[in-house]
């Protein structure tokens, strides 16, 4: 019987950004489910008014991966989705078999760094809401971590960005985005099930963080791999490879 593998994208991206990877899965082995997240594709409550959407929180989020998903799966999380992926994995234990987080933290340790994040992503939800999504998602791609993106990974983000509503990405960073999550450090040790920690050989953000997590994780393996930080879009058969292992 194949295995079920569901499948949880970043933020401003949706469940085609696991295409390519889907691609590469036998599919004699593996039934994979790619869900859009809370406030993204078409799981988004945009409002047609002018008003906010509804708030998202990690929660809400469990409670949406969990009623879309089978009884029991292995779980691939990238970015956000990883985060979300962590949030599931303690709250149903039970259900998650393997875990997979790519290009991922466990969250912001030091208070004064997340408050600092929280601002920035506030910041940032500000902007979906006053100035034209074209220009959000050209601040959002001058980043330095996406600076070393090959011009197929950026016209692919863009796509998924374009698939997105605005108000719904500005309730995503108020309600889910780094500054805002409390950090699951501490909680790590709980995971018994075997999780693979995927980071792109050019995401140097990613390293530390992914180091940390592998080594408190009881079953863990790092596995740093050729790419920057949107491993989906860029190195598809590295992922594919990752879940498979």
């Given amino acids: 019987m194949p295995e079920n593998l569901v499948l949880l994208h970043g933020f401003a991206g949706t469940r085609r950004t696991?295409?390519?990877?889907?691609?590469?899965?036998?599919?004699?082995?593996?039934?994979?489910l790619a869900l859009d997240l809370p406030g993204h594709?078409?799981?988004?409550?945009?409002?047609?008014?002018?008003?906010?959407?509804?708030?998202?929180?990690?929660?809400?989020?469990?409670?949406?991966?969990?009623?879309?998903?089978?009884?029991?799966?292995?779980?691939?999380?990238?970015?956000?989705?990883?985060?979300?992926?962590?949030?599931i994995a303690l709250a149903a234990p039970e259900r998650v078999s393997?875990?997979?987080?790519?290009?991922?933290?466990?969250?912001?340790?030091?208070?004064?760094?997340?408050?600092?994040?929280?601002?920035?992503?506030?910041?940032?939800?500000?902007?979906?809401?006053?100035?034209?999504?074209?220009?959000f998602m050209d601040r959002w791609e001058a980043q330095p971590a996406f600076a070393g993106d090959p011009p197929k990974v950026h016209a692919a983000m863009r796509a998924e960005q374009r698939?997105?509503?605005?108000?719904?990405?500005?309730?995503?960073?108020?309600?889910?985005?780094?500054?805002?999550?409390?950090?699951?450090?501490?909680r790590l040790a709980e995971l018994a099930m075997p999780v693979a920690v995927l980071v792109g050989?050019?995401?140097?953000?990613?390293?530390?963080p992914g180091r940390r997590m592998a080594e408190l994780l009881p079953d863990a393996e790092l596995e740093i791999v050729p790419g920057g930080h949107r491993l989906p879009l860029e190195s598809p058969q590295a992922v594919a490879g990752a879940i498979v292992r």
């Fill in 18 to 32: 696991w295409d390519g990877v889907v691609e590469r899965l036998d599919p004699e082995r593996y039934t994979p």
């Fill in 98 to 135: 393997r875990l997979v987080l790519i290009s991922s933290t466990a969250g912001i340790a030091d208070e004064a760094e997340r408050a600092a994040r929280r601002a920035a992503d506030d910041a940032l939800a500000d902007d979906l809401e006053t100035r034209s999504f074209a220009e």
């Fill in 163 to 186: 698939r997105n509503d605005p108000r719904a990405m500005a309730a995503v960073l108020r309600g889910i985005g780094t500054g805002t999550m409390a950090p699951l450090w501490d």
């Fill in 41 to 87: 594709g078409d799981a988004a409550d945009a409002p047609r008014d002018s008003k906010p959407c509804p708030a998202i929180t990690f929660d809400a989020c469990v409670a949406h991966v969990l009623a879309n998903s089978p009884a029991r799966f292995t779980l691939c999380g990238y970015s956000l989705g990883g985060r979300v992926g962590l949030h």
């Fill in 201 to 208: 050989k050019r995401d140097a953000k990613f390293h530390v």
